[in-house]
């Protein structure tokens, strides 16, 4: 139990659904991340959050939509996915402030599968 | 981002100490190294960071060249549950992320 964590763990979505995957920490944490890792992959980041601003947008397609509504909470918006954005979607928090000094603690990941 | 480069896949007996190594030649002054592992099918888990000095924690130790341009996590005795793949990463001042490489498959022999 990391103190982060994701729901659902497992989401099977047509190509022309719309769901959202939730993401939850109550570390005190201010940054937040999206990450994604497909099969035999490295994990490739996607978002980053910081005070509930997004800061960083790793050139991710449209159809994935981040919210972060406050600093204990993230969400990533999916529609209209393609095949292959089947993956694991991982959440992380850390402090901010706290720069490259501190950990980041990861959630268990969503398994996305679009069909 | 500096980057790091980790063998692809190492292994090891149980109980005994396992030596995981990365190079990280163009470290930064003010870069972290930092190590997580992934357990099969859980997202990434701390293990262990630092600057200069060597580090200990109840999972690993870490030790740092003293130039810097290389460190190894050292698992003292090696279990089934420290099969994972571990990842070197270097955090510095592009902020908070974390940038995430192959990592080194470490198999656990019974």
């Known amino acids: 139990e990391t103190g982060v964590t994701q729901t659902p763990r497992h989401l099977v979505m047509g190509m022309t659904n719309k769901k959202s995957l939730k993401c939850e920490q109550h570390?005190?944490?201010?940054?937040m991340y999206w990450y994604k890792q497909s099969a035999k992959k490295p994990l490739e980041l996607m978002f980053v959050?910081?005070?509930?601003?997004?800061?960083e947008n790793n050139s991710v397609p449209s159809r994935f939509s981040p919210e972060c509504p406050n600093s204990s909470h993230l969400f990533l918006h999916l529609h209209t996915l393609q095949p292959e954005d089947s993956a694991l979607y991982l959440c992380?928090?850390?402090?901010?402030?706290?720069?490259?000094?501190?950990?980041?603690?990861f959630g268990q990941g969503t398994r996305l599968t679009v069909v | 981002d500096a980057k790091t480069t980790q063998p692809n896949s190492m292994e090891s007996n149980e109980e005994e100490p396992v030596h995981l190594p990365c190079n990280h030649s163009t470290i930064s002054g003010t870069d972290y190294i930092h190590w997580y592992r992934q357990l099969p099918s859980q997202g990434p888990e701390y293990v262990i960071h630092?600057?200069?000095s060597n580090v200990n924690n109840r999972m690993a130790s870490l030790a740092i060249a003293e130039d810097r341009k290389s460190s190894t996590l050292i698992l003292h005795r090696a279990t089934l549950r420290d099969a994972a793949v571990y990842y070197c990463?270097?955090?510095?001042?592009?902020?908070?992320?974390?940038?995430f490489g192959e990592g080194t498959q470490l198999t656990v022999n019974p």
């Open positions: 992380a928090s850390s402090h901010p402030d706290r720069g490259m000094n501190t950990e980041a603690f």
């Open positions: 990463i270097l955090r510095g001042t592009s902020g908070s992320r974390l940038t």
């Open positions: 959050y910081n005070f509930k601003e997004q800061t």
């Open positions: 570390l005190g944490h201010n940054a």
């Open positions: 630092g600057l200069t």
